[in-house]
């Protein structure tokens, strides 16, 4: 319990119970998980003359998130990311076929996001720059 408690005054985590979600903890704590892996929620590859940009990271954590919205290359963050239904039985696995948007090579050079949460809450809008 004494570990715990050290961890929980570390990453500022409530011990108080909360209702859970599919991911079996607590919408808090998954926010603060999305949080501290921002830099992790979007990806970049170039592939076969085209820009993928990869929502792989928030596909498996679309058990605690409602919605993604995105824009490309500063423009107005008014596209949604479509992310797979939450699978309470396998909260984390990410199964869609293409958990990319492809562009013409050489066309993306941001692309910035924000999250929804279940709650109505809202996260910063974060930029992610494609560096090649």
Known sequence: ???????????GLSLLPLPATA?????????????VTKANW?????WQGQDLVYFTH??????????????????PIDQEWALDDCN???????????PYIARPGGSVQ???VQLIYPD?????VERFEYKR
């Open 1 to 11: 319990m004494r570990i715990l408690k050290s961890a929980a005054l570390v990453f």
């Open 58 to 75: 928030l596909e498996a954590w679309k058990c605690g998130i409602e919605y993604v919205f995105y824009g490309v290359n500063d423009g």
């Open 110 to 112: 941001s692309v910035s």
């Open 23 to 35: 991911q079996g903890m607590p919408p808090e704590q998954i926010k603060q998980i999305l949080d």
């Open 120 to 124: 109505g809450t809202k996260s910063p």
């Open 88 to 98: 309470p039985d396998n909260p984390n696995a990410v199964l869609k076929d293409k």
């Open 42 to 46: 979007v990806s970049f590859r170039d």
